[in-house]
Structures are given as C-alpha cells and as structure tokens.
C-alpha cells in the first residue's frame, strides 16, 4: 500500500503556527519565504532539485532568523526528504523541529513535531510502542493548540489502527479529522491526503467499491498536487484488482506512475511498479512481472529504502522462476527470506516459504516443494512454541512477583516483632502485667502467620495447576498440545501390551488435517481475522468428537484428532463428518465472512498387513495422506483404508520414491469435502 503523504499536513500545521504571523516585518526573512515557496513548487515538479535549493536556502539562513522562518525550512526538509527516500534524515530534520519547538516555548510545534518519532516507529514495525508514544504525546498536547494540530493527532492515531488491522477505529479516526478541517481554508491538501487513508482502509476491510467512491472524492478536491493524486490513483488500482477489474487496475496503476515520475517521486514510483508486478505475478505472466520488478528494484536501490528494495527482489524471484529460471530466480528468493528472518518478520518469512513452495509445486519440483512445506511448517511450529514459551514465562513472572511481595511483607512483620520484643525487654522491669499481654499478642501474631502460609500454600498450588494446565494446552484455541499429545501416545505405548489380551473393540484412527489456503486468509483479512479462523475451527472439531476423542493443534493451521476404538466401517463416516462440521458454513470473523474448509489424512492402527506400527509411523502415513489430497484438490479426505505390505516396507517405499506411493501397496479412499463458495 501506498504510504500516506504527509505535504498537506505540513504545509496546513505551517499555515497554523502561532509564530507565523511575526515576521512579515523582516526583508531578509520575505525573501527567504518566497524562495521556500519556489522551492515547494519545484518539489511537485523534481524532490532533488528542490532539495539542492533547499539546502542552499537553509546554508543562507542565520541561527538569529525569526524562529518561523528556521521551523518552516525544517519542515519542508522533512517531507522532501521523505519524497527523495532520506527517511532517516528526514527523521532528523524532525527531531531538529522538536528542539527548536521547545527551545522557543512552541507547545503546539513542539506536539507536532514529535510525531515523527510515531511515524518512524510505523515505519519500523513497531506498532504498539506508537500507540504507547502517541497516547503520551495527546496527553501533552495543548488544550488551546489549532484545529490542524488535532486533526493531524487524529491522523496519525488512524495510521496506527491501520498498521494494527483495526479497520473501524482507523476509519472513525481519519473521519473525525476530515470533520476537523471541513471547510478550513488551506486545507485542501490535508483533505486529499485523507481521502486516501480512508481509501486505504476500505481495501484493507474488503469494501473496494467504498474505496473507488473515496479516491473520486479526494481527487475531485481542487488544486489537488501530483503526489497526493499518485497516491489516490494507486489505491484506486489496488481496489479495482480487489474487484477482479484488472485492466482498470493496471490503468490506474499507469496514470499513477505517470504523475510519480513526473514529480520525481522514486519512493512513489518503485512502490507503484511492485504492485503491477505483483498483479502480473498472480496473473502468471511471468515475463511483465520480471519487467516491472526490475524497474522497481532500480528505483528502490536509488531511493535505498530497504522495504521496497526486499519486495523488487521477491517480486523478481518468484517472476523468474515462474519462467523455469530457477538457478536465477532462488539467490534472490533465499536472500529476501533470510533478511526477513534477520528483522524477526516471521509472517512474511512463512507467506514467501508459502509461495516458494507453490512455484515449486507448479513446477512439478515435488521434492523440492514438499521440503520447503516442511522447512514452513518447521517454522509455524517455532512460532507457536515460542507464543506458548512466553505465555508460561509471563505466568511465571507473575508468581514470582507475588512470592517477592509475600516475603517482603513477611521480612516487615519479623523486624516488627524483633522491634516489640526489644521494647518488652526495655519495659519488662515496669510492669509483668505487660508480659501476659505480649504473650498473647505474639500467639496471635504467630496464628495470623500460620493462616497467611496456608493460604500463600493454596494460592501456590492454584498457580501450578495453572502453569500445568496452560503447558498442555494450545494459548490461542484451547486445544490439546503436542506435549499433550506426546504424554498420552506414551501412555498408549504402555498399555498396548494389556491390550492385546483383550479382545480389540476398535481401531485407533488418526486423522491430520491443515485449513485450505489459510495463508491467503492472513493476506486478505489480516491476522486478527485468521486467528478468529483458527478458534472456530477448534470449536467446530471438538464440537463434532466424541468426549474419548482427542483433538489437538499440531501447529499453525494443521490439526490433529486421536480417536480411540473406532469402528473401521465407520472411519469413512467420521472423516466426512469433520469436513461437513467445518467447510458446511463460512466462519462469521465479525468484520468479515470466511469460507474454510480442511484437507485430512487418515489412518488407523493396527493396520491390515502384518507386523508393527507404531504411532509415529501412523502420523507419517496420514501425513502423506494429507498431502496426496492438497495436491488432489484439497477440501477432501484421504483415508488410507487397507494395507497389502508390511508397514515398515509401505514406508521404505514412500521414502525412496520420494513421496510417490508405488502401486499396489495399499489403498486409498477420498471423501470429498461439502461444496462451498469460491
């Protein structure tokens, strides 16, 4: 998505400033305006030329000139710095804005200019340590500073809802800052720069059509700049993509980049190509999609701005190897996934995996894109170990924070009876009488004592059975976990031999199953919404079990279910009852309605060949099964329902032939899934 342009609001808040108004006596200072105007002008035109003549200017400009003068360079310095792609100068420019604002008592320059401090945290990723600053900064805020003032702290709080996913708050705020400047004169700009953030939250909420109404709204405001009416024509693009009207994307994504080069914006224009060569990409034209990544990757290289050059280079990648140039293509793919690694973006890391893996498979590299599954499920594992690490360790440092304030108050009371007996030594030659009472005092000391362990004792084992329940349980879904799981296959591993002088009343089954295509999910709706997906889920699974059964989240979106003595003929029933229970109704996610459905494996144990299996063996069958069906369809079940080998030899030769079942071995059956919209 475009980033929000932030001219108008410069440009507004320097119309605003209290100072503004105090130099018009000064001729040196006239002059030095009408250059800074000129300057502006040409920065629509060529951000380098205007930031020669910028820095030029600002060299003339004595530290003695009136403070408005050295405020407004400093704020033209940050947004053509920003246009050139010089985010870190262009950050401190703004820093040098807040010291200059405070050095001369200017509260209201001083609010605006920190936040830039909020902008870099967006940029950087960082969004709850931006909401932390931005509360800090309204809380400081002048009660009396201008309306450009509030409505720019209204902005930026809806930049932040935006990079959170929280799409209705973002929304309400842009609204109560357009409301702020309706009808404020210079503010034309500013208006334009919101309609495009409104634009934005339209798309990111899936209302494109809302979107295309806004960006005519915000291009029909007059004297409209050629940045603000690049952005808006390249959100209007990205909605009409969303709505399937690819050639009017691709038009609008033109007319944008016609005004980004005119204006000279780099940052603009390798932003504009990675999204045409990102359309290209999902329309598999593989050789325009090359093109247009290798002109945004020069573009990005020349404005080093680090986030759109990784995006030229996956985009440039995966272009590539779509074109059978894979020797070419993976140095740049495999570069792009370590650096994300680096930065710790797991999520991105997971969707470039995702996508390598399908170019792999379109490819018919099963081997390779079976490994690169693996190495991305390795990964979603990581993360959710490393989720549940930090919920235990969270529960930890809170029991330990309350055993440090039990002691505390434990050391207190035993200096205050060291204190009281030292006193009754002192007094004790005065009066016996006092002994008596001490005595009982100190009784009674001693049974509060007793009462406050036995109940810091009962507190402590609430805790553990806390901490115990929370290890075997998955955070987001409430599920069983592996560690669970791994307990009660132990368990089953003990027991096998009792078992086997009775007569078997039914089979093991295990079922392994993954959400179809949840990573598109992320990408569309966001996370907050694919985490809604996967809560659902687990409540439609144990939902349809049975109380013996076990469900549990093997880790991301797969799931697993162990149901012990289960009939045989009824396998087929149970695994069409768990696609039905899942994919038979969308999942209602609040802002938004999510078609899901599930591909399973299955297998139970023992099987109908001779010898031994054991439970690892099964979950490596089912997880074979699994994979036949993603590769058959998806949205169905594969049951391997009868043996005609050994298991040790059925594996043997699922390992050599690379995850090809050779013939005969054994047989499969497919349960489809319910029918379900696109």
Not at 402 to 425: F, G, P
Request: charged share 25%; with cysteine.
């Amino acid at each position: 998505m475009p980033r929000p342009s932030r001219l108008a609001s410069l440009l507004l808040l320097a119309a605003l400033s209290p100072a503004a108004s105090t130099h018009a006596a000064d001729p040196g200072a006239a002059a030095a305006r009408t250059e800074l105007h000129a300057i502006q002008s040409l920065a629509e035109r060529s951000t380098d030329a205007a930031l020669r003549r910028l820095e030029v200017l600002q060299a003339s400009v004595p530290e003695t000139a009136p403070y408005a003068l050295r405020q407004e360079l400093l704020r033209a310095e940050v947004w053509i710095r920003e246009d050139a792609g010089q985010l870190e100068q262009s950050y401190a420019a703004e820093r040098k804005a807040y010291q200059l604002a405070l050095a001369n008592k200017d509260h209201a320059g001083a609010t605006r200019a920190r936040l830039g401090e909020v902008r870099q945290l967006l940029d950087r990723n960082r969004t709850e340590q931006a909401q932390t600053l931005l509360d800090d900064i309204r809380a400081g805020a002048p009660a009396d500073a201008p309306a450009g003032v509030h409505a720019m702290l209204d902005s930026i709080q809806g930049d932040v809802h935006n990079a959170r996913s929280r799409f209705d708050k973002a929304l309400a705020a842009y609204l109560s800052a357009l409301k702020l400047l309706q009808g404020y004169p210079g503010a034309a700009d500013h208006r334009t720069s919101l309609y495009g953030r409104i634009a934005q939250v339209y798309v990111n909420s899936d209302h494109a059509e809302k979107a295309i109404e806004t960006t005519r709204q915000g291009l029909a405001e007059p004297g409209i700049t050629p940045r603000a009416s690049a952005s808006l024509w390249l959100t209007e693009g990205i909605a009409m993509i969303r709505l399937d009207r690819g050639r009017d994307g691709i038009a609008a994504f033109r007319q944008a980049l016609g005004l980004a080069e005119q204006a000279g914006l780099d940052g603009m224009e390798a932003s504009i190509r990675g999204n045409i060569a990102d359309y290209y990409l999902r329309q598999h034209d593989y050789p325009r999609a090359e093109l247009e990544a290798r002109k945004a990757l020069e573009v990005s290289l020349r404005v080093k701005d680090d986030n759109l050059i990784l995006m030229a280079k996956a985009n440039l990648g995966f272009g590539l190897m779509g074109q059978g140039k894979t020797a070419e293509a993976l140095p740049l793919i495999d570069g792009v996934i370590a650096r994300l690694r680096k930065a710790g973006a797991v999520a991105d890391v997971e969707a470039m995996l995702d996508e390598k893996g399908r170019m792999h498979e379109a490819a018919g590299q099963y081997r390779l894109a079976l490994a690169t599954v693996r190495e991305q499920q390795a990964l979603q594992l990581s993360s959710a170990r490393s989720a549940r690490d930090r919920a235990i360790a969270g529960l930890q440092e809170e029991f330990d924070a309350s055993q440090r304030t039990r002691q505390i108050a434990m050391l207190k009371r035993e200096n205050e009876l060291k204190d009281a007996e030292l006193d009754s030594r002192h007094r004790a030659q005065l009066a016996t009488a006092f002994a008596a009472v001490l005595t009982v005092l100190a009784c009674a000391v001693v049974y509060l004592l007793y009462r406050r362990a036995a109940r810091s004792n009962a507190q402590l084992q609430t805790l553990n059975r806390q901490l115990e329940y929370h290890s075997m349980r998955d955070a987001l879904t409430g599920l069983h976990n592996r560690r669970s799981f791994l307990e009660k296959m132990q368990a089953r591993t003990g027991a096998r031999a009792e078992r086997r002088a009775v007569a078997p009343s039914g089979v093991d089954c295990f079922v392994l199953m993954d959400i179809d295509h949840f990573k598109s999910i992320n990408d569309r709706w966001g996370h907050a919404v694919g985490d809604a997906v996967l809560v659902e889920v687990a409540h439609r699974l144990n939902a349809a079990m049975r109380d013996s059964d076990m469900v549990v989240r093997w880790g991301g979106e797969e799931f697993m279910v162990y149901a012990p003595g289960t009939d045989p003929g009824y396998i087929a029933v149970l695994a069409a009852r768990i696609l039905e229970a899942i994919g038979s109704a969308p999942v209602d996610a609040e802002t938004c309605t999510v078609p899901v459905t599930v591909t399973a494996g299955v297998v139970w144990l023992p099987p109908a060949a001779g010898g031994e299996i054991d439970w690892q063996s099964a979950t490596r069958l089912a997880d074979w099964a699994l994979y036949q069906g993603k590769t058959g369809g998806r949205n169905q079940a594969r049951i391997l329902s009868r043996l005609h080998a050994p298991p040790a030899i059925v594996l043997a030769a699922l390992d050599g032939a690379h995850g090809i079942a050779p013939a005969g071995l054994f047989e499969v059956e497919c349960v489809p899934g319910p029918r379900t919209a696109p």
